[in-house]
């Protein structure tokens, strides 16, 4: 096994998964003003913090994904955030893309940047204790989009950034995200995400990626937010499982689903779902960032200093879905 292997299996395994806590400092700002908790680098390290030294973590998460302003900061018990992170089993990784800016040629689509001196930079991460890193491509659905070149070029940059990653020693997670919004059908999200995923596996292999040492992280195949169809997790497992199946190769090691907007509860539903009919090799887990923060931050703004009753809030919520990793949730514990 290689060790780029052995890293992701160690973030993914026993029904494990990530904590997506790399919200930019934009991103954040906008989570903490809805709750009316002013955004200040202290409150972003306490909410973090707080999260980060819950009993939790040794249970249920394998990986936290930071944000840069994080990745640098020491927390209150005089460990730097690697640290702390480490010392409860987990991995410490790191967004290493630096936005999804407008594509010229599409202006009405998006291109992640971020590769000018990403080598130095993830030595420096490296130096910090990351041992995985994210990048976030995203599209849209319409009649026209996702367009040629924007499925290419987000592939391509996909691939640029994965070769970085593993020179480094660090697993690269490859997120390309087909946005939820729009009144498409869920057999339109399975033919278009089809479509990106298989096109970054072309564009990986061409560049030489070790398969076994990534983990992809998907949307779920849903239908559109403003779509009238409605569709069951049954059905939401059932594509998945097929899109998956039929784009990615099979040495990838594990499959880590993004929530992408979907509620704490309907995320889990559907990972439950998935693993419930899962039957391929891939490990299919979570990374969410709104599915299990949502509750604790909205418990946690209404008194900054709770930090108990913040961290049994997050507990509760990394459980359902780690059980959820491994098709044993049901709705009764939610309320247990
Ligand atoms: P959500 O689970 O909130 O979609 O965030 C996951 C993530 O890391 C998006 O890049």
Not at 45 to 70: P, Q
Request: a neutral charge; one cysteine or more; hydrophobic letters at 35%.
């Amino acid at each position: 096994m290689s060790q780029l292997n052995k890293i992701a299996k160690n973030i993914l395994s026993n029904g494990k998964g990530i904590l997506a806590a790399d919200e930019s400092n934009g991103t954040m700002t906008k989570r903490l003003e809805s709750v009316n908790v002013p955004s200040s680098p202290e409150n972003r390290l306490l909410f973090r913090e707080t999260l980060f030294s819950s009993d939790g973590m040794k249970d249920f998460i394998g990986g936290v994904i930071l944000y840069d302003e994080t990745i640098n900061q020491v927390a209150s018990s005089k460990q730097t955030i690697p640290e702390l992170i480490s010392a409860t089993g987990a991995i410490p990784g790191v967004k290493v893309d630096t936005g999804a800016k407008v594509l010229a040629g599409s202006t009405e689509e998006k291109i992640t940047e971020g590769l000018d001196g990403l080598r130095e930079r993830l030595q420096a991460y490296y130096k910090l204790g990351a041992r995985f890193t994210k990048w976030r491509c995203v599209y849209n659905i319409s009649d026209k989009f996702p367009s040629k070149l924007s499925i290419n070029s987000n592939a391509h940059a996909l691939a640029r950034y994965s070769a970085l990653v593993q020179e480094c020693g660090m697993v690269p997670i490859v997120e390309p995200e087909v946005l939820m919004d729009g009144g498409h059908t869920a057999e339109t999200c399975f033919n278009k995400t089809s479509e990106v995923i298989k096109r970054c596996f072309e564009e990986l292999m061409i560049h030489k990626i070790d398969l076994s040492g990534i983990i992809l992280k998907p949307n779920m195949i849903l239908a559109g937010t403003t779509s009238d169809e409605k569709i069951s997790s049954g059905e939401v497992a059932k594509l998945t499982l097929k899109c998956l199946k039929e784009n990615v190769p099979s040495e990838v090691p594990g499959i880590a689903f993004l929530s992408g907007g979907q509620t704490e509860i309907e995320a889990t539903e559907n990972l439950n779902s998935i693993n419930k009919n899962n039957d391929t090799n891939f490990i299919m887990t979570y990374s969410y960032g709104r599915a299990l923060q949502k509750s604790a931050l909205k418990f946690w703004s209404k008194d900054i200093n709770n930090i108990k009753g913040t961290q049994k809030v997050f507990n509760h919520r990394a459980n359902m879905c780690t059980l959820a990793a491994q098709g044993k949730w049901t709705v009764e514990l939610e309320s247990q």
